[in-house]
């Protein structure tokens, strides 16, 4: 009956990502869904491109998830882009329904590109399908190089991996050696890409990668 249930659930919500996806698909609009940890850096990361990318004149609109607080909203509202801010209360992870009635908040005619920043998790969040156009995982030196091999599922599914914090590596014992072949032992063509949302390094990789 368990198995039964959540199949009806994820069924449920593949309909609205398949609505969500069409609608975006006929305006022109990509939609990216950041994946990771709490404390990854999900939001610095935003904070750094979201301006670079606008330099180029990409119109963004960005969808904030948290189980509670608006804080994470008002750190991308400064940048003057459309946000909204979605809480999820003790839900783990955005689902597609959420996404696309947040859609009609937006003014679509004038957007490129939709960045949802998910709830902190590398496990819910992987499941529900949000009819984005890909998933980017996003993960922190601080968390560790064994990362992949410990929740392979987003690091199969999410072909561009940013690992943040790279200027904090000679001061812990991660390597990067260990975290890229762990990558590879899950998926031969992910697109890594080192990014330190202190220094900047990175950063134009990363812009060019969004931008395409």
């Known amino acids: 009956m368990e198995i039964?249930?959540?199949?009806?659930?994820?069924?449920?919500?593949?309909?609205?990502?398949?609505?969500?996806a069409e609608l975006l698909k006929a305006k022109g609009i990509r939609l990216l869904n950041l994946i990771g940890s709490p404390g990854a850096g999900k939001t610095s990361v935003l904070e750094l491109m979201i301006p670079l990318l606008k330099d180029k004149g990409l119109r963004i609109a960005v969808i904030e998830g948290?189980?509670?607080?608006?804080?994470?909203?008002?750190?991308i509202a400064v940048l003057d882009v459309p946000v909204v801010q979605i809480n999820t209360g003790n839900g783990c992870h955005l689902d597609a329904?959420?996404?696309?009635?947040?859609m009609t908040e937006f003014p679509l005619e004038d957007?490129?590109?939709?960045?949802?920043?998910?709830?902190?998790n590398l496990v819910c969040p992987t499941g529900f399908d949000l009819g984005a156009?890909?998933?980017?995982?996003?993960?922190s030196v601080t968390e560790g190089d064994d990362k992949p091999l410990k929740y392979p599922r987003i690091?199969?599914?999410?072909?561009?991996?940013?690992?943040?914090?790279?200027?904090?590596?000679?001061?812990?014992?991660?390597?990067l050696q260990r975290f890229t072949d762990a990558l590879r032992s899950i998926r031969q063509d992910q697109e890594l890409f080192l990014l330190s949302c202190t220094t900047g390094e990175g950063a134009e990789k990363l812009v060019e990668r969004f931008w395409m």
């Open 4 to 20: 039964k249930v959540m199949q009806n659930v994820l069924k449920a919500n593949d309909v609205f990502a398949d609505q969500t």
């Open 97 to 102: 329904r959420q996404i696309g009635t947040v």
């Open 133 to 139: 156009d890909e998933k980017i995982a996003v993960i």
């Open 111 to 120: 957007i490129d590109m939709v960045i949802i920043e998910n709830v902190g």
């Open 155 to 175: 690091f199969h599914e999410a072909k561009m991996v940013i690992l943040t914090k790279i200027d904090l590596i000679p001061y812990t014992n991660f390597s």
């Open 66 to 75: 948290d189980c509670a607080t608006a804080r994470d909203a008002q750190r």
